[in-house]
């Protein structure tokens, strides 16, 4: 059966559908920490932009795709970056891939990856082959009867471990979670006094865990390798799990210093590198000991999927960013052998359920730290045709 349409499309639930468990939600008992909270960040060292990642990143939307079959069944798909993305897809790769059989997933994403090199396929053209690629995976599934997980080969475990990503642990630990990961407030740019309070902080939701609960710190590209070297040693009596993405992604060689001269730390990172080669280098250097791809930015499960092989291979674990969240990163880490963990961010407040917070009415949420995907052929999104307007409409 041939692609017959390839379309960006905004996804608009019914009212009455968006949070069909709303009266559970609860109240809040305080702002989230997303509120007020300071994230260490690239642009720290710049004054006017150090305190909130909001004031400098763009207003994108999602973008959704939608590929329709020629018997009318269709996949749907979802990546990044608003209208810059969706216009890769509508004006290049939409086109290029009608006509093509809607099984021959590791043929679109080789047509697309080679088709996207005058302009470069990192990046925005990534997350356009990401959101492509997820939608003809959904798509397979329909067709097939099956759900994304058995299409990879089935189930490798009964649950996957959730740990949740935030600053308000207290909650956390009352809604179940088993591990934490903290987005780290300072960086190079707050000097000694920084790490001092790096230090703090750490050492506030290191006593509110306890010793049975792990602890992560997410850095989120704003170090540089003698902040990382000294923060680290600062925080190893606290445990820490691993220390991630620390530096900018392109630094190869500022990740194998890190490596070196932090011998005894996990490492972790990758969410913004796109497509399977730096993956590959960056296990070929043993520079990381966890990956972390983001399948709506490096090229979709296609793609994702073959970095879980090539990390499988070396002994590397691989946990998805943001890979909880969502259907697509669940089916994913359901069925690749070397997937165990999954990251869960919470943003809503304490003392609000869980359950509110969804993207579609499909969407699961761990139970004491254990999730695993809901049922359905392709992704099992339960989402109508009805719901899906054109993006550029």
């Given at each position: 059966m041939k692609i017959k349409s390839v379309e960006t499309v905004r996804l608009e639930f019914p009212p009455q559908t968006e949070h069909p468990t709303e009266h559970a939600a609860g109240e809040p008992r305080r702002e989230p920490w997303t509120a007020h909270a300071e994230v260490a960040n690239p642009m720290s060292r710049y004054p006017a932009y150090k305190r909130h990642r909001s004031s400098w990143l763009p207003k994108w939307p999602a973008v959704w795709v939608k590929v329709t079959a020629e018997d009318g069944t269709w996949g749907l798909g979802m990546t990044s970056h608003g209208r810059a993305t969706a216009a890769v897809i509508e004006d290049h790769l939409g086109p290029l891939l009608v006509g093509e059989d809607c099984l021959a997933i590791e043929k679109c994403w080789?047509?697309?990856?080679?088709?996207?090199?005058?302009?470069?396929?990192?990046?925005?053209?990534?997350?356009?082959?990401?959101?492509?690629?997820?939608?003809?995976?959904?798509?397979?599934?329909?067709?097939?009867?099956?759900?994304?997980?058995e299409m990879l080969g089935g189930p490798a475990r009964d649950s996957i471990f959730a740990y949740a990503t935030g600053n308000d642990v207290d909650w956390y630990l009352e809604c179940g979670f088993q591990a934490v990961k903290l987005a780290c407030p300072y960086g190079p740019a707050d000097g000694l006094d920084g790490i001092e309070k790096n230090e703090e902080?750490?050492?506030?939701?290191?006593?509110?865990?306890?010793?049975?609960?792990?602890?992560?710190?997410d850095c989120y590209m704003a170090f540089d390798v003698e902040y990382t070297v000294r923060l680290a040693e600062r925080l190893r009596p606290y445990r820490l799990k691993w220390i991630e993405e620390f530096l900018i992604p392109e630094d190869l060689e500022g990740h194998v210093a890190v490596r070196n001269r932090l011998p005894w730390q996990t490492l972790a990172g990758g969410e913004h590198l796109y497509t399977p080669w730096p993956f590959r280098q960056l296990i070929e250097q043993r520079a990381l000991d966890i990956l972390q791809p983001d399948i709506f930015w490096v090229g979709g499960l296609t793609a994702t999927r073959e970095i879980c092989h090539l990390a499988n291979a070396a002994g590397i674990p691989v946990i998805p960013h943001g890979g909880g969240m969502h259907q697509y990163g669940l089916h994913l880490s359901a069925a690749m052998p070397n997937t165990s963990w999954c990251e869960y961010f919470v943003g809503s407040p304490p003392g609000v359920a869980l359950t509110p917070a969804r993207r579609t009415r499909r969407d699961v949420v761990p139970q004491d730290s254990q999730i695993f995907p809901g049922a359905g052929p392709g992704f099992g999104l339960d989402v109508e045709e009805s719901w899906l307007l054109p993006f550029f409409g």
């Open positions: 080789d047509m697309m990856f080679r088709a996207t090199k005058p302009y470069g396929t990192a990046g925005i053209a990534c997350c356009a082959i990401s959101g492509i690629d997820l939608a003809l995976w959904d798509l397979a599934g329909k067709i097939t009867g099956r759900a994304v997980y902080f750490v050492a506030e939701a290191r006593e509110l865990c306890g010793d049975h609960v792990e602890i992560m710190l």
